[in-house]
């Protein structure tokens, strides 16, 4: 079906030059389809009507369609001031309907040019040109598999040259189109509500928003299309429940589980090395989950848009408006898993900025009343991971924050009246918490430095542990033991009372000042179970089995980091925020010591304090999630 110019005209070129018969042609149509376009208010429609089955042309067209399809678009570009949506309403559907994808370059480009030629034409026309385009951020559903394919991704940098060239020509036109284009992106973003099919076009739609954010346009949506990328990774997290990736019964403590992995383990661990896993998180678990691996992708796209900013300087400037989406959206999202790995490492590639900058925030939302209890004990549960994980940090910084978190409690032993209560004290709590589980992980560091070793030692952390309180008795146990068995060998303090844990994971009292979101056992920074992320992650991140405890011999000390003894300065041996390429790492140890679940010296079953042979105390590098339905 085709569009003919009269037989007449036609036949009065034939003996014209090629070059002049095409040109004149061209001229021809152009004249051609302003008569159609104008004859439709006087009834007739059938050079109309040839002009919009014109539109319809897709897939693979002859040589003579395809010409006809390319001139057709330019005379249209040519005659857009005669368009008129109430007469040529199914023509401009067309148009807009009409995807990039199914063409070749010279027809894209002949699209392209009408799209931007009817935004410049009418204002009524702006949203619709602008939704034509986000349509094709995504390719058809047929399209999708061969993205993997040399010529599904040399057509994909075909079409989105395009439309990012069209959406920047509509930009310098219309000044306004930025701020009409920003909902349009934003509502059009796929949603973990789609159907798979539709769910699966989230990466490569997210790859043009953030294509966006870094034009040269960028500064005027920059703020709204993060904060949406870090909406949309939160909600792909939120689907991702723990009964995906825990396959144990709730009823049994984890150490119990642990002696049964131990059972099932033991031959392989004689083979590979004397430290057992314990096999209940794992990203096996996670193996085939289409949500996961959606958000896996989608955490590596932005990690990699992070490393760009680097390089051109708007690190800082990104950061900023991340940081303010993770207040409003992270922080408070209790369940959330994997996201907020995106701070991690935006920090890890400027941790002298961003670092410390997301460390104080944290901080100060911890000792500020402004905030909910809920907020502020979320906040300070992100701040002891993250200073417990993060190998780019200082110790001299770290000790800084731990001095604040012990002023703080001290300030809040002082008010009268104070005596155990859980429910009552539960930010109080919180903080006792925080401070015992970074030095689980840093004490050693901070104590082979004289320096910092003597700020430790002059922080009133003994009045604030041994208050009435009783932050000992309420914490979880599997931190304060492993705390303890620390302090006593770093001689930091000891106690008179006798704790018996029995191994245990939580107590009554820690699930009380937990409450139902268990925010006692929230550790955000625990090891990334997402493969492609955790392999970004892993150079800048402190796992257990890394980490010396205060009763380990010197004979064991193998540190992955280098600490000056008279500032306490930490530095990076492997580097930092580098891409997984440049690193010589060993997956599968990593792999290892991801599933490790107990904190203990490199003999798993024993370890030397004071001179005797005793079984070790022992905390979960990963803490488990509440058993309390309303957190599952």
């Excluded at 905030?371 to 800084?400: D, H, Q």
Aim: with cysteine.
């Amino acid at each position: 079906m085709g569009m003919e110019l009269p037989k007449d005209r036609a036949e009065s070129h034939e003996m014209e030059d090629v070059n002049e018969d095409v040109n004149i042609s061209d001229l021809e149509l152009v004249y051609h389809v302003r008569e159609a376009l104008t004859s439709v208010q006087s009834g007739d429609n059938d050079n109309y009507n040839q002009l919009v089955a014109v539109m319809h042309l897709s897939g693979r067209l002859d040589p003579d369609n395809r010409a006809l399809l390319e001139t057709s678009l330019k005379a249209l570009s040519g005659a857009v001031s005669y368009i008129d949506i109430s007469h040529h309403e199914s023509l401009l559907v067309s148009i807009f309907g009409m995807s990039m994808w199914n063409y070749d370059p010279d027809i894209m480009d002949a699209l392209k040019g009408l799209i931007i030629s009817l935004a410049a034409s009418s204002g009524k026309y702006v949203d619709s040109c602008l939704t034509m385009l986000v349509s094709n951020f995504t390719p058809p559903s047929y399209f999708l598999d061969k993205l993997k394919e040399p010529h599904g991704l040399e057509r994909k940098h075909q079409v989105l040259s395009r439309v990012h060239s069209a959406l920047k020509s509509i930009f310098d036109l219309v000044p306004l189109a930025p701020m009409r284009l920003l909902p349009i992106v934003v509502q059009r973003m796929p949603t973990v509500h789609n159907k798979h099919e539709r769910l699966k076009m989230i990466v490569v739609y997210t790859e043009n928003m953030l294509k966006l954010e870094s034009s040269a346009m960028g500064e005027l949506v920059r703020s709204t299309l993060l904060m949406a990328v870090v909406d949309r990774l939160i909600d792909l997290d939120m689907e991702i429940g723990w009964d995906d990736i825990l396959h144990d019964d709730f009823s049994k403590g984890i150490f119990e589980m642990e002696l049964e992995d131990v059972e099932e383990a033991a031959d392989d661990a004689e083979q590979v090395g004397d430290e057992l896993p314990s096999g209940s998180l794992s990203r096996k678990s996670l193996s085939g989950n289409l949500i996961a691996e959606l958000l896996d992708s989608l955490m590596v796209l932005t990690f990699e848009h992070l490393e760009s900013c680097e390089g051109t300087g708007r690190l800082i400037e990104v950061f900023e408006i991340l940081l303010q989406s993770f207040q409003i959206t992270v922080l408070n999202a209790y369940k959330s898993k994997f996201a907020q790995f995106v701070m991690f490492y935006a920090c890890a590639l400027d941790p002298e900025n961003c670092g410390l900058r997301f460390a104080t925030m944290l901080a100060d939302v911890f000792v500020s009343g402004l905030y909910p209890p809920l907020t502020r004990m979320s906040a300070v549960s992100y701040l002891a991971s993250y200073l417990s994980r993060a190998r780019f940090l200082s110790p001299c910084f770290i000790v800084s924050l731990l001095k604040r978190l012990v002023d703080w409690c001290l300030e809040y032993c002082n008010i009268p009246g104070g005596n155990i209560n859980p429910k009552a004290h539960r930010v109080f709590y919180s903080g006792c918490q925080a401070i015992m589980y970074v030095l689980c992980f840093r004490m050693r560091s901070i104590m082979d430095v004289p320096r910092l070793k003597s700020q430790l030692l002059l922080m009133p952390l003994e009045t604030v542990l041994k208050h009435n309180l009783k932050p000992l008795k309420v914490c979880l146990p599997s931190v304060v033991s492993e705390f303890l068995q620390q302090s006593k060998a770093a001689r930091l303090f000891t106690v008179s009372e006798t704790f018996i844990f029995n191994d245990l994971l939580e107590s009554e009292l820690s699930r009380d000042f937990g409450g139902l979101e268990r925010l006692d056992m929230f550790f955000p920074f625990d090891p990334c179970l997402l493969k492609k992320s955790d392999s970004f992650i892993r150079p800048n991140f402190i796992y257990w089995s890394m980490v010396k405890t205060a009763y380990h011999g010197d004979e064991e000390d193998n540190s992955d980091e280098d600490v000056d003894e008279d500032n306490g300065d930490h530095v990076m041996v492997d580097g930092m925020g580098r891409s997984p390429d440049e690193q010589d790492l060993d997956l599968d140890e990593f792999e290892y010591s991801l599933n490790k679940m107990s904190i203990t010296p490199k003999n798993s079953f024993s370890c030397r304090l004071d001179g005797e042979l005793r079984q070790p105390m022992k905390m979960p590098s990963r803490i488990r999630p509440s058993t309390s339905p309303e957190s599952l």
